[in-house]
């Protein structure tokens, strides 16, 4: 605190991300990173970046990224925009959109969507999901400016099927709805197709955990190019160029390489479904995940204590002293030997109880 902060900054609640220790010995299942190192492509990418690439600034609407995203999505390169992660693209869209404006949201969903909120003055209701964590979709959009739901939801995991999405867009013509597909690639169906045909839909995507880019903060939009020239109107009032040279090299052969996106999807999915059964049998409740983390309590251990109890054996993965999920831990897929060290150190907390 300085007595040179302006008030909004006083009144600031920043979002806290998860842990990210300088040591590389811990068990790291916190923070959804891909179980996988990146695509060759993009290591090879990277090592051909010039020296000139780096003197000079990149290009500001990064066309090479946009038009390798259009190819692969069947939409024109104006559909798509590009950002620093993303959160990124996340917080333009908030500030071009849903400044000062009513935003209808789950009550269990990203914890940054409170926080853009409150930075851009809209007024955020959140509809509580039910019992089991998933969605009543008629209960979403009756009376607010737009609706922002993350798909497959976080920290849940759980899908709504593209079906439901195209009900909830399409009886909503008149608002926004954006789909945060952040862990897109992992099982879930995507809203992507449905963006031709209709210009109320925006979908925000992340190469950081499809494709093993968190390190690289590359996340893109696509929508009707009347909303990314909205955002483009954004962008460029804050930094006319958020993703470096490097960035966009990667970037574009990580969406340019389909084989290595296609195994290292199967990979994650196998990997989870051995992490779900492995908890299974050790008595833990898993939720059917449809992202590359899986969202676990025992029925007879609080989560708190469990939670402590990892870290403690440098296991380390994510909870939220919230009141519906306090038992709740949400757990990144990892590599077979991450998820066994995490079972072993579960097992044995379960045996000294
Ligand atoms: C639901 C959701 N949306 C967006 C993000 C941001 O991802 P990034 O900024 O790494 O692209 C995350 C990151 O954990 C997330 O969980």
Known sequence: MSRFWVEKVTELQPYVPGEQPATGSVVKLNTNEHALSPSDAVMAAISAVQGEQLRRYPDPAASGLCDAIAAVEGLTAACVFPGNG????????????????????????????????????????????LEDFSVDIGALGQSHDAIVLANPNAPTGLALRRADIESLVASNRDRLVIIDEAYYGFGAESAAPLVADYDNLMISRSLSKSHALAGMRVGYAL????????LNRVKDSFNSYPLDAVAQAAATAAISDAEW????????????????????????????????????????????????????????????????????????VGSGEQNERLLTSVAQFLKNQ
């Open 86 to 129: 993303s959160d990124e693209v996340l917080a333009h869209l908030w500030f071009a959109f849903l400044s000062g404006r009513t935003v209808c949201t789950l009550d269990t969903t990203y914890g940054f969507y409170p926080v853009w909120a409150k930075l851009y003055g809209s007024q955020l209701v959140e509809v509580p999901v």
């Open 223 to 230: 929508a009707h190019p009347d909303l990314i020239e909205g």
């Open 261 to 332: 996106f296609e195994q290292a999807s199967q990979a994650v999915a196998q990997s989870r479904a051995q992490l779900t059964e492995g908890l299974g049998s050790l008595g833990f409740q898993v939720l059917p995940s449809m992202a590359n983390f899986v969202f676990t309590r025992h029925p007879e251990v609080g989560g708190e204590a469990l939670f402590a109890a990892l870290r403690q054996e440098g296991v380390l993965v994510r909870r939220w002293s919230k009141p519906r999920i306090g038992d709740w831990l949400r757990i990144t």
